[in-house]
Each structure stands twice: as structure tokens, then as C-alpha cells.
């Protein structure tokens, strides 16, 4: 082991091979391109979707494709939901885990194919699933519409393209770890698992009873936290001192922060079932591990804010591309964890219950935190994969304002929305045609706020196509740096 | 490839690949100093301050809450508890609000009636009649609920044998829930094969009955007459 230069001085060019990429990114650069293009064209489709989706839930009488079968609102809208959190969410953070634990553990990917065998059979899977949604055969469980037969393929298809991340890390070449290579790995492990075993007791060996519904609960909280936040976690923790050449402050609590994440987050689950018939401790052992969520939430909120409020942090972070977005989904996370303790208590759980709520608290962690943390993401790394720039300094605009607003004007619509129908869901003298009636200026933003992210999300593919496009054209670009 | 088949930490730096290197630390640097900050935990380092002592208290205080909430909100963890607004006796025992427990009501009994009636429920011969495969107690709930809230004074024949009863108002002073316990004991103990009793029963019964004297047998038979076997 070398120790020769532990002053962190810069070394100058690499010393062999192409004159940018260092080999750690250089193997991985054509597994991360294909997770990351699939990703983004699944946005762009999830996007478009949404809008339609949104169109026909403001009028349910009048809406797009009011007389085709195919295109009705309910498969669309879990074609929608789907292919956001399948096709996105795993795609981008197949890539962005990928290369960041290859950049912290020094890991060359030497076996690309298998991962993007991987990423081939995932895909390929989604797609299929998608058509069978559409054929009019899914599920009635969220986000395991797919026909079951799609389940064994994608968990395949996850251990070889999302498995690699635990083969960096257990082939790094220091002892010493860092918080985002916990959040990863834990994040690896933890979806497989759970994706199996809902699969098993959801699907292929229904359990009788409840115990579907409390297995099903499970596998959505799981999901989306640990998979989708602790993977976005991963990436806050990383880009912040990154970027801002400064430690975590408050560091020292990052462990307490990881594994109280990981013991909390996977017993929130049955708070999605307050008020149902599963036994009550159930419930109540939700509502706590939602409120305890709260510990992790403070100290990663003493971690990033902290480190931002530093120093002039919030201002270097608005300049920097990178860090506008991160640093966005950091305040997110934080916001999200504070309304999923309040509101997981059993007094407000009840107001809002059978309301968009729910989806707006998914539309917070999902969108506001995970995605914008995924933009900035792409942001720093796609550079320095591609050697090129990204090709429009306009379009990053249009993008960050275009999403920073549909993303607070949905957050906002769904949950303010949710709220006030479920006061007047629970006052007798409001009939239901009146509470539909006042939602619809909620729906008239949320209709706003799809299309403000479609926009987004399609300048953020021109930017990184282009790039892409220009990166692999043969004539050698300048360098951007 | 001899070459591409090394491992990248072999003939290069700690700092590891840092790519463009132009923003921020190098990863290898990121990880040493963070993990040097996880291990000195008493060096008054920059991003240091006095919040922990804070920390490890409201985080106590969320651990003590989670535990008060959990006991209370939770219907004794009963696998059978699903509404946290139902009865309180509801939410203890689930649907079925009170459980007939022969063996409470053969501790009640060597306490109350086993004095007389003996642990046997065999009685003795002349003085107290048995229990045992005794007509009496099986059957209707209501006779051996009101015998035993009331007691009985009179000529009295069990099992074919006469004997001059003087039964106190034992059940007078217990519980619904400890008179249905010893009756459910009684009707099942000694081969007696008879239904439990419920503690609603016993109420029921004991609000009909009143504040009254003890039964004489033949009125109570005329009441409740004995089943025919």
C-alpha cells in the first residue's frame, strides 16, 4: 500500500490511457451511459404520462383519450407510477451508485457486460410489464402491477446490474468507509430482499388475510425509503463535501444516522394501514418507526444543513449547478421526514386518509428529494464520463426552474389539496360533488406543475443527449476543463 | 493488459483516481478525513459543537415516547385488537370480552366452597350434597348462577339422596366474572359436562334477583326444574 501522497495535492494528467477519464470511470462508463439513457427516456415517457394522467383526473368526463380502452386513466396512471420509480428511479441510481462506489473504493468494473446484461434484461422486463398493463392485465397492488412473471426477471436483472456497488465495496482497498458507501450498500441489499419477499407473499403465495396488505405496505415503504431515499442519501452525502471541498459537519452522527434509517425505515410501513382492520399493534409500531424516522432525519439535517450553512455554503451551493439541485433535495428530505412523522399520528392520519396526501408525501421523497438529487448528480458525473460539456447553459436553467417549480407546485397541490378535502371529506355538510368542486383548482395547479416537469425533464434529456451525442462523436473534443 | 489488470491503488497514489481533479478533494481524500473525524471524536475540530448532549437527550426522550405510545396503543399487542375506539374490555380480549377460565374457577372454589361441598365435589354424606354429576348444576345457567348469589335454605334431594341444605350467599360478595368462573368450573369439573357461564349472565341474573334471601330448593326447582337426563 502506497502512501507516498497522502497530501492531496493534484498529480497532474493520469499517466496512461485516454487523457481525461481515470480507468476507475473508464470501465464503467459504458454500463453507467446505458442505466442513464434508459433512465432518462423513461422520465421523458413517465412525464408525458403524467401530464395526460393529470389532464384526465381534472376531468374525468372530457380528459385525452376519454373513449380508448388502453388509455384509461387507471392503467395510465400505474403505467405512470411504474415507469417513474422501475424505470427512473432504478436506472439512475443502478448508474449513479455504480460509479459512486467505484470512485470511493477505487473498484475497476472489469465485468461491465454482466451489468450491462443487467440493464438489458431490466429494461426489457419494464417494457413488457408496461404492455401487459396495458393489455389490461395488472395487479391490484401499487407498484407490483406487473403480472408476476415480470418479479423473478427483475430481481435477476437487479442482482446483476445493481449489485455491483457490494462487489466495490467489499473490494475496496481501505479499511476506513464513508457515509454514502453505507447508504448504498445497505440501499443493495435492502431492495432485492424485500422485492422477493413481496413478491413471494403479495403475488405468487398470497398470504391470507392481512397479511397481504401488511406485506405489500412493507415492500412500498422499503422501496421508496430504502432503495430510492437511502440511495439519494448516499448521493447528498457524497456531492456536498465534494463539491464544497469541506467536511460533513457533525459528521461523527452519520452512523447513528444510517442505522437508525435502516432499523426505522422498514417498520413505517403498516402506517399506510391506520384505520384498517390489521391488528393494532401493527399500526401502532408504524406510527412509531415513522416517528422515530425522525432521528436519522435530524442529524442528516445537521449534516447538510450544516455543512451548507457554513461558511457561505447556501450561496456557493446556488452557483454551482451541482449543488443547487442537491442541495434542493436535502431540504426536501428533511421537510418529508418532519410531515411523515406528524402526519403518520393517528388524529391527523385521519384527515387526511383517503386523500391525495399520501401521494404527495411519495411526490416529496420521490421527486423533490431523490430526483433533484439524481439531476445534480447527473450534473457532475455525466462531464467527466463523457469529456464533454453540457452542450446548453439555457437549458440548465430551463431545467432547474422548470422542475424546482412543477415539483413545489405538485408537493404543494397534492398535500394542501389532500388536507382540505379530507376536512370536508369529514364534515357531513359538505356533500361529495362539493368536495370535488374545490378540488379542482388544486387539480388545475397539479395539471400546471406536470407540465412544468415534462418541460424540465425534456431539457434535461436535449442537454444530456446532446452531450452524450458529442462525447462519442470520433473527432477529439477540447478539453472543459 | 498486464497492466489494465492491476489493481489501480498498486502503482498509483492514495488520493486515487480523481478524473479531472479540478473540483473539490480527491475521493480517497474525502473518505480519510471523514473517517478520521468519525474516530477523534474529542478533537475540537471545525463543524464541532455543543449539540450532542441535546441529541443524545431528545433522542432518549423520542426512544421513552415510542415505548409509552407503543404500550398504550397497542391493545396488549392481541393479535384479535383492531379498533383503538372500542371498549376498553374490547380492546384487552378482542371480540370476546370475558373468557370462562375453569382453572380461576377451581382456585375460587377450593377458596369458597370447598369447605362444604369439598375439593372432591363428592360433599358429605348426610350433611352436603355433592357437585358432582349432580343435576343441579347442569343445565340451566340461571339455577346454579341464582344458588350460588343466593344461596339456599330447605330440604334439598341430590342424587337421590335427601339432605338438609343451609347454603350462604357465597356468590353475595364476589364478582360476575368470579361467580361465572366457579360455575364454568363446577359444570365441567368431576365429569359434569355442562356449558360455561358468562359473566354477563351473572349480572343479568344477579340484577333480577335483587337483594333477596335464600332460595328455598323447591322454589328454585319450580323456577329452573331439573333437565331430564
Known amino acids: 500500500m502506497t502512501q507516498d501522497n497522502r497530501s492531496g495535492r493534484p498529480q497532474g494528467r493520469p499517466p ?32 408525458v404520462l403524467g401530464v395526460i394522467t393529470a389532464l384526465q383526473q381534472g376531468s374525468l368526463a372530457a380528459g385525452p383519450f376519454r373513449d380508448c380502452e388502453v388509455f384509461s386513466y387507471g392503467r395510465l396512471v400505474a403505467v405512470q407510477r411504474n415507469l417513474f420509480v422501475y424505470g427512473w428511479g432504478f436506472n439512475a441510481f443502478f448508474a449513479l451508485n455504480l460509479w459512486l462506489l467505484s470512485q470511493l473504493s477505487r473498484f475497476e468494473l472489469r465485468n461491465g457486460w454482466l451489468a450491462t446484461l443487467g440493464g438489458a434484461a431490466w429494461n426489457l422486463a419494464l417494457t413488457y410489464g408496461v404492455a401487459q398493463i396495458f393489455a389490461g392485465h395488472q395487479n391490484g397492488f401499487g407498484l407490483l402491477e406487473f403480472p408476476r412473471e415480470v418479479g ?11 449489485f455491483w456497488p457490494i462487489v466495490a465495496f467489499a473490494r475496496r482497498p481501505t479499511g476506513h468507509t464513508f457515509a454514502s458507501q453505507w447508504f448504498v450498500v445497505g440501499a443493495s441489499f435492502a431492495f432485492p430482499l424485500t422485492y422477493l419477499l413481496a413478491q413471494l407473499l403479495v403475488l405468487w403465495q398470497p398470504a391470507s388475510g392481512v397479511v397481504q396488505a401488511i406485506a405489500h405496505s412493507w415492500f412500498v415503504s422499503n422501496l421508496l425509503l430504502l432503495w430510492i431515499g437511502a440511495s439519494a442519501l448516499a448521493a447528498v452525502y457524497y456531492f456536498l463535501p465534494k463539491v464544497l471541498g469541506r467536511t460533513i459537519s457533525g459528521y461523527y452522527l452519520a452512523p447513528v444516522a444510517f442505522w437508525s434509517f435502516f ?5 413505517t410501513g403498516p402506517a399506510a394501514l391506520l384505520g384498517s382492520p390489521v391488528p393494532l399493534w401493527i399500526q401502532s409500531v408504524g406510527v412509531v418507526a415513522g416517528a422515530m424516522l425522525i432521528v436519522p432525519v435530524i442529524i442528516t439535517a445537521i449534516n447538510f444543513h450544516g455543512t451548507l450553512s457554513a461558511e457561505s455554503g447556501w450561496s ?18 428533511t421537510l418529508f421526514g418532519l410531515l411523515n412523522a406528524v402526519f403518520g399520528f393517528r388524529g391527523y392520519n385521519a384527515t387526511v386518509r383517503f386523500t391525495s396526501f399520501a401521494a404527495g408525501q411519495e411526490q416529496l421523497l420521490a421527486y423533490a428529494f431523490a430526483t433533484m438529487v439524481l439531476f445534480g448528480a447527473a450534473y457532475f458525473v455525466l462531464p467527466r464520463l463523457t469529456g464533454a460539456l453540457w452542450p446548453s447553459a439555457k437549458l440548465v436553467h430551463v431545467h432547474f426552474w422548470a422542475t424546482a417549480l412543477g415539483v413545489i407546485g405538485s408537493v404543494v397541490a397534492l398535500l394542501v389539496g389532500g388536507w382540505q378535502a379530507g376536512k370536508q371529506l369529514a364534515d357531513a355538510s359538505v356533500s361529495l360533488p362539493q368536495v370535488a368542486k374545490a378540488g379542482a383548482a388544486w ?16 431539457a434535461f434529456a436535449l442537454n444530456a443527449f446532446g452531450m452524450i451525442l458529442k462525447s462519442s462523436a470520433p473527432a477529439s473534443e477540447g478539453r472543459h476543463d | 493488459m498486464n497492466d489494465r489488470n492491476r489493481h489501480p491503488d498498486n502503482n498509483r497514489s492514495r488520493r486515487g483516481p480523481s478524473g479531472a481533479g479540478s473540483e473539490g478533494p480527491s475521493d480517497g481524500r474525502l473518505v480519510e478525513v471523514h473517517s478520521q473525524l468519525s474516530r477523534d471524536k474529542d ?7 455543543l449539540t450532542p448532549i441535546f441529541i443524545v437527550f431528545l433522542f432518549c426522550g423520542f426512544g421513552f415516547w415510542a415505548g409509552l405510545y407503543l404500550t398504550r396503543n397497542s391493545g396488549d399487542f392481541s393479535p384479535a385488537a383492531f379498533d383503538l375506539n372500542a371498549p376498553k374490555a374490547a380492546v384487552a380480549g378482542g371480540p370476546v370480552a370475558f373468557e370462562p377460565d375453569a382453572a380461576k374457577g377451581e382456585k375460587l372454589f377450593l377458596a369458597n366452597c370447598a369447605a362444604c361441598h369439598q375439593a372432591t365435589g363428592l360433599g358429605v354424606p348426610g ?50 366474572a368470579q361467580v361465572a368462573h366457579i360455575a364454568t368450573y363446577v359444570r365441567q369439573a368431576w365429569g359434569n359436562t355442562a356449558e360455561p357461564v358468562m359473566d354477563t349472565k351473572v349480572a343479568e341474573v344477579r340484577k333480577a334477583i335483587g337483594n333477596r334471601g335464600q332460595y328455598n330448593p323447591a322454589d328454585l326447582l319450580k323456577e329452573h326444574p331439573l333437565e331430564a337426563k
Not at chain 1, 456557493?316 to 433535495?329: E, I, K, P
Not at chain 2, 478533537?43 to 459543537?49: D, H, I, Y
Not at chain 2, 355433592?130 to 345457567?141: C, H, M, R
Open chain 1, 16 to 47: 496512461e490511457g485516454d487523457a481525461r477519464l481515470s480507468r476507475v470511470e473508464a470501465q464503467l462508463r459504458g454500463p453507467f451511459l446505458l442505466f442513464f439513457v434508459s433512465a432518462v427516456v423513461w422520465l421523458l415517457v413517465a412525464s
Open chain 1, 152 to 162: 423473478p426477471v427483475l430481481a435477476v436483472a437487479f442482482l446483476l446490474a445493481g
Open chain 1, 263 to 267: 432499523f426505522f425505515a422498514g417498520w
Open chain 1, 316 to 333: 456557493r451551493a446556488w452557483n454551482d449547478t451541482t449543488l443547487r439541485f442537491v442541495s434542493f433535495g436535502a431540504v426536501a428530505f
Open chain 1, 443 to 458: 387539480q388545475y395547479v397539479l395539471t400546471v406543475s406536470a407540465v412544468l416537469l415534462l418541460v424540465g425533464a425534456v
Open chain 2, 43 to 49: 478533537e475540537p475540530a471545525e463543524g464541532f459543537s
Open chain 2, 127 to 176: 350433611a352436603f350434597p355433592p357437585l358432582a354429576k349432580s343435576a343441579w348444576v347442569a343445565g340451566s345457567e340461571e339455577r346454579i348462577i341464582k344458588a350460588i348469589l343466593a344461596g339456599l335454605a330447605g330440604e334439598i334431594e341430590v342424587n337421590g339422596a335427601k339432605y338438609n341444605g343451609n347454603m350462604p350467599n357465597i356468590g353475595a360478595g364476589l364478582k360476575d
